[in-house]
């Protein structure tokens, strides 16, 4: 307890100078369509690159962040960047894809937050209609009112909305015909329970059933098996992504690997 302690708080120190000591990175994990078996879309995942500690993943750093008023920054930097990486002329391959980040909460609330988000993206050029910004359901049903019209105003811009993690919290079937939305990503631990094809899973299948009928999109989360695929396939969830198909790579390598599809 004391050692995790020392090192959040010793983790902190480095946060505030590790933006801008360039020490973050993004890799994007494809996500296929198995109706066409092609990748039809990536999801940036930030990784921090820390000179002695090495590689640190998102959960180690992003509640740290949180609690430091770096969220806001470090998510400018990671819009900034994937839009860059995304910008036509420089990676045609990437063109056709749809592109995913991830939203901190906090970064829903605040005002100067929400016209830079609407500025990049303008200057951008990508047709936000491309861009999925994911959301999880925890900061969403923290304040439902509040979220909903921030969601709104996201909407506006025309970008797509992800529910992100769903199934984990207070999932309310009800709310999601008040919320603007345009997909849900079910979380890992239920797609971990499909042991084989022909498991009896109803509230996976309900979910997947209500949520096409509500004419979203469903993404699956965390794939890693051959069952997973075959289960979700016979209920009609085609949009994947997990270590089955890919893990999150660097820019070239999904470049590389959109070329070779
Ligand atoms: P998430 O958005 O739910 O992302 C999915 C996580 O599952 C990623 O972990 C991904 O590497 C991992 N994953 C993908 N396929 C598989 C699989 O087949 N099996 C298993 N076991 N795991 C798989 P990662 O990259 O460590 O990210 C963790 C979380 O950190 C993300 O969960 C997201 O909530 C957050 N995050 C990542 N990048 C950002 C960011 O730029 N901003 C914010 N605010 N949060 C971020
Ligand atoms: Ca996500
Ligand atoms: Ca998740």
Avoid at 58 to 84: C, K, Q, S
Avoid at 163 to 189: H, R, V
Avoid at 215 to 241: F, K, P, R, S
């Amino acid at each position: 307890m004391k050692d995790d302690t020392l090192r959040k708080v010793s983790l902190s120190r480095d946060l505030q100078h590790a933006l801008d000591n360039r020490e973050f990175i993004l890799e994007y994990q494809p996500v296929v369509d198995l109706n066409s078996t092609q990748i039809v879309g990536a999801e940036a995942l930030l990784r921090w690159q820390h000179p002695q500690k090495g590689k640190i993943y998102p959960n180690d750093f992003i509640p740290l962040a949180e609690d430091n008023n770096l969220i806001l920054p470090l998510g400018e930097w990671v819009l900034e960047t994937v839009l860059d990486n995304f910008q036509g002329e420089a990676h045609p391959a990437l063109n056709d894809l749809k592109i995913s980040i991830n939203l901190s909460g906090q970064q829903l609330g605040d005002d100067h937050h929400f016209r830079n988000i609407s500025n990049q993206i303008k200057i951008s050029k990508i047709d936000p209609a491309r861009i999925q910004l994911e959301i999880t359901e925890t900061s969403i049903f923290e304040n439902v009112g509040q979220t909903t019209h921030e969601l709104k105003r996201l909407e506006s811009l025309g970008v797509k909305l992800a529910i992100d993690d769903f199934g984990t919290g207070y999932s309310s079937l009800s709310y999601m015909e008040q919320f603007p939305n345009d997909a849900i990503k079910i979380d890992i631990p239920f797609i971990k329970r499909i042991k084989h094809r022909k498991i009896h899973l109803p509230i996976l299948k309900g979910i997947i059933s209500i949520a096409h009928e509500m004419g979203l999109d469903v993404i699956a989360e965390g794939v890693e098996t051959q069952a997973q695929v075959d289960y979700l396939q016979d209920q009609g969830c085609n949009l994947m992504q997990g270590y089955y198909f890919y893990k999150p790579v660097s820019l070239s390598e999904l470049i590389e690997t959109i070329e070779a599809q």
